[in-house]
């Protein structure tokens, strides 16, 4: 089939929804250049395409930037580059997760393992929480249905992690 | 049989249903339509779509557009729904045609529910398959909003009408429509004469795959296979039996005269190759 209809179909509205994110996000230090959104917007093609989605309405990245926008690992320096990786992240994971997660809940998932697991790191995001994850609900897992998607790589996650308070115990032990 | 994929529609069949139907547009004034029906579809939950589901819409909405302007049985066409081609027109025929999709269902049903009781399959194993099996898995699974052009099923009984050209619950309703005609014609012969026919017919070949009618009115055609004018003398055959139980007698006479042409088709090529 042709698909020019797609296209179109997710080429409405996109920069001037775009653009008023910097309305929301200007007190956090970040905003977007039109040339900007324009670049954010033609990786977004090339993400979708990649990924064979079709979207629609205002799109994902005005989310992606709503939902990141207070982290402590995004500054105006890196802003384009990280909303668009994590678009990039977003839409593989749809498919990976074969659309039975919504957007709300993957964003959530995705922002929490990236303030408190990765901290910032784009690849371990990518490569272990979100695979990991996905790979549970592939599997059948239904749990973030309650959680909206917060709270849930602890029961899934493989690796010990730093318990602080016990590090915290201990480090106030040596002083 | 239950299929497995979606029957989808190519660029051809499109432009074969508008050249049918009198309609024209661009793929791009359905755009905002398909666009809702996604976000409908994704309970507003999700922004986008794997392009598969995305086709799958955009033939739902074709779909509900062309049945809009075919109009439901025994009715004109509803043209009068699309005045132009704006926008506001073709989301005003979509939901008429989604609205009419939805009322050509509970029709299909109320067909379904009324031959059951009575329906007789002298041995066919597909058309029992269809009636007992599939019919009642294709009413509980049939996704009138989302997928409403895809029939779900293969219908492996062969009617005698040529129901390929058409989709959805449209194929399903004819479908069920010609098993209704069929079963009129058959319960109106004489009880011990179609049993016999179609006994022997399906114990000597096993599972019987043919139309029930095709083979009771070969049977008749050999019976007076003398003489000229056969298809003449089968007519006034049907017409005549078709009478004592149906008055209007013009839809089941022509549905069984297909047959009867087809068959003398084939009793003329056999002859002209054993002379």
Redesign the interface.
């Known amino acids: 089939m042709d698909k020019n209809w797609m296209v179109l179909l997710q080429e409405q509205n996109q920069l001037s929804s775009l653009m008023e994110t910097n309305q929301g996000t200007e007190r956090f230090g970040l905003a977007l250049t039109e040339e900007d959104a324009r670049l954010i917007l033609k990786e977004r093609r090339h993400a979708l395409q990649e990924q064979k989605r079709v979207e629609f309405g205002e799109g994902i990245v005005p989310k992606i930037i709503y939902e990141f926008c207070d982290s402590d690992f995004i500054d105006q320096n890196n802003y384009v580059d990280m909303v668009i990786r994590l678009q990039e992240i977003f839409y593989l994971y749809k498919n990976e997760m074969q659309d039975e997660i919504t957007d709300d809940e993957l964003l959530h998932f995705m922002k929490e393992q990236f303030e408190q697991v990765c901290f910032g790191d784009l690849d371990y995001l990518e490569g272990t929480c979100l695979a990991i994850f996905g790979q549970a609900i592939r599997a059948g897992y239904g749990g973030y249905k309650g959680s909206d998607g917060c709270g849930e790589y602890g029961r899934l996650d493989e690796v010990k992690r730093w318990d602080y308070e016990l590090y915290l115990d201990a480090l106030g032990n040596l002083w | 049989m239950i299929k497995s994929g979606d029957g ?1 529609m ?2 051809a069949d499109r432009e074969d249903m508008n050249h049918k139907t009198n309609l024209h547009y661009e ?2 004034d ?2 905002p339509i ?2 809702k029906l ?2 409908k579809y ?1 309970s507003y ?11 799958q819409l ?1 033939e739902a909405v074709l779909y509900c557009i062309h049945e809009n302007a075919l109009g439901q049985p025994g009715q004109e066409s509803a043209m009068a729904v699309l005045p132009d081609n704006t926008g506001a027109s073709l989301q005003q025929a979509y939901e008429a045609g989604a609205a009419r999709a939805r009322e050509k269902v509970k029709q299909a049903l109320a067909l379904y529910n009324e031959i059951l009781p009575g329906l007789a399959c002298y041995g066919n194993r597909f058309l029992q398959d269809i009636f007992m099996k599939e019919l009642p898995v294709f009413f509980g699974r049939y996704d009138v909003d989302f997928a409403p052009q895809n029939e779900i099923l293969t219908l492996d009984y062969p009617v005698l009408k040529d129901i390929s050209g058409y989709r959805g619950i449209d194929k399903i309703y004819e479908f069920i429509r010609c098993v209704e005609l069929e079963q009129k014609f058959l319960c109106g012969l004489p009880e011990g004469y179609v049993a016999d026919v179609l006994g022997g017919y399906g114990s000597a070949g096993g599972d019987m795959t043919d139309n029930l009618c095709e083979v009771v009115l070969t049977d008749m055609m050999e019976r007076i296979w003398q003489g000229e004018n056969i298809e003449e003398k089968m007519k006034n055959i049907i017409v005549h039996l078709v009478k004592k139980y149906d008055e209007d007698c013009a839809e089941l006479t022509e549905y069984l005269m297909e047959a009867v042409r087809e068959i003398l088709v084939w009793q003329r090529l056999l002859r002209k190759n054993i002379h």
């Open positions: 989808k190519t660029m793929m791009e359905l755009i398909v666009g996604a976000e994704t939950e999700s922004t986008s779509i794997t392009y598969e589901k995305a086709e955009m």
